[in-house]
């Protein structure tokens, strides 16, 4: 996970959830950077020497009840 958010800070990590992403089996996870949450869809098989990130998106910042 640290692989995948080392470019957000100061980077919360708020989700790590698994799922899928096109019919596959994939990880979610999403941090909080400042005003931005921003998601990442990584391959199921992501690990700390491979980050096969499937897709990103930033997301404005949400607050949960």
Known sequence: MQ????GISPGT???VEKAR????PAIVIVARSG???A?????SGCSSK????????TLPGTSAP
């Open 3 to 6: 692989r995948v958010t080392a």
């Open 13 to 15: 990590v708020l989700l």
């Open 21 to 24: 992403f096109q019919g596959q």
């Open 35 to 37: 005003l931005h949450d």
């Open 39 to 43: 998601a990442w869809v990584t391959a």
């Open 50 to 57: 491979s980050d096969h990130i499937l897709a990103t998106a």
